[in-house]
């Protein structure tokens, strides 16, 4: 290896360190500025909403906005070159959320509002874990979406169950009531009986017969047994999760994932050596 690609190696290293790491002054800073930039980027994005700051200062809001459009963008790019495998990194679950932060602002050149979207950006704080050495809560949260990925398949059958079970019901409610009390259809019976079972209860349908009030009370008992099926399917599959192990804040120098083991040499992701 000659000096050059010695020198541009370490280079790369580096930015990576200042840019994925949390473990140096430089790599901590940077974060803190970077968390700091979201946080300021989508508070603009929320005044611009309201019409009366939107009167006075739009100008100065939308120049804010495509300053930290630029800002992020320059930064996404940043991410991929230090990276050995870019393509892994841009297809993480960080590397999206990045490219979506910054994706709105470009669209909306073509389509008005889009800039909206960039409220997507207050993802991105979940970055606070890592910055402060809360290598907990990221194991927790690998805990958590490992129980959520073992009962999907649960989850799925229950969602399936709920939805024939309103259309029944809201099928039902429709033949009973009828248009003359406000279900004029059955999409919109289906519509009151996931309202109901859902205990929301906007009231904007309400059954006036007997008999429809007597179906309403039983979905609304029903809505209440069903509400908790969910929370014990995850928690079961959580119960069964082994104890969380120590993870490290170090990102993989090739595609950027975190929330490695602490003892780990190998990254989970791509097989990169950590």
Not at 63 to 84: C, G, P
Not at 87 to 109: E, H, M, N, R, V
Not at 134 to 139: E, M, S, W, Y
């Given at each position: ?70 800002l992020f963008t320059l930064e996404y790019i940043a991410r ?195």
């Amino acid at each position: 290896m000659n000096k050059t690609t010695t020198a541009k190696a370490s280079w790369k290293e580096k930015l990576h360190e200042i840019i994925f790491e949390a473990d140096t002054f430089w790599g901590k800073a940077f974060d803190v500025v970077l968390l700091i930039a979201i946080i300021l980027s989508v508070l603009a994005v929320m005044l611009e909403s309201v019409s009366e700051i939107k009167a006075e200062y739009g100008n100065a809001l939308y120049i804010t906005e495509w300053f930290f459009t630029i800002l992020f963008t320059l930064e996404y790019i940043a991410r991929l070159t230090v990276v050995t495998k870019p393509w892994k990194y841009a297809f993480s679950f960080f590397g999206i959320i990045d490219l979506l932060s910054i994706f709105p602002t470009f669209l909306s050149l073509f389509f008005a509002g889009a800039h909206s979207l960039l409220v997507i950006r207050s993802i991105r704080l979940l970055r606070v874990f890592r910055i402060f050495k809360l290598g907990r809560f990221i194991g927790e949260a690998s805990q958590l979406t490992s129980a959520l990925r073992a009962s999907r398949a649960k989850i799925i059958v229950f969602i399936g169950g709920v939805f024939i079970l309103v259309v029944v019901l809201g099928t039902m409610m429709y033949l009973v009531e009828g248009g003359k009390n406000g279900f004029t259809s059955i999409p919109k019976s289906i519509y009151w009986a996931v309202v109901t079972l859902t205990t929301v209860g906007y009231g904007d349908i309400a059954p006036q017969t007997t008999l429809g009030q007597t179906l309403a009370t039983l979905i609304m008992i029903l809505g209440y047994g069903i509400i908790a099926v969910p929370t014990g399917i995850v928690s079961a599959e959580m119960n069964q999760q082994k104890s969380v192990r120590p993870v490290t804040t170090q990102a993989c120098p090739h595609c950027g994932a975190e929330g490695h083991d602490s003892d780990a040499s190998y990254c989970k992701k791509c097989g990169g050596r950590l």
